[in-house]
């Protein structure tokens, strides 16, 4: 059973920054590779970041490259988003998962509300 649960999100102005949080269980977190994926209003789902299981590869929608960092805690069990000089284009519900269920299908948080807005 995998269960996440995302956090963090709120209302910012552009430029401004939020750090997400994602509290992971029921796997074993360290050798997992941890995705964060975005739906903005009316679109899809959006690829945003990957992170590899000791947290050492990351990757990066090119969009969010410079301004997003993604990493983790495994000693936590909780992956993170920091974003940096968010612009409106950001404002989305993001989700964590794990990778596997980004690419093949399973469980995935609730997600959190990002709205960035003047």
């Known amino acids: 059973e995998v269960q996440l649960v995302e956090s963090g999100g709120g209302l910012v102005q552009p430029g401004g920054s939020l750090r997400l949080s994602c509290a992971a269980s029921g796997f074993t977190f360290s050798n997992t590779a941890m995705t964060w994926v975005r739906q903005a209003p009316g679109k899809g789902l959006e690829w945003v970041s990957v992170?590899?299981?000791?947290?050492?590869?990351?990757n990066y929608l090119d969009s969010v490259k410079g301004r997003f960092t993604i990493s983790r805690d495994n000693a936590k069990n909780t992956l993170y988003l920091q974003m940096n000089s968010l612009k409106p284009e950001d404002t989305a519900v993001y989700y964590c998962a794990t990778n596997y269920a980004w690419t093949l299908g399973g469980a995935w948080g609730q997600g959190t509300q990002v709205t960035v807005s003047s």
């Open positions: 992170i590899q299981g000791g947290g050492s590869v990351t």
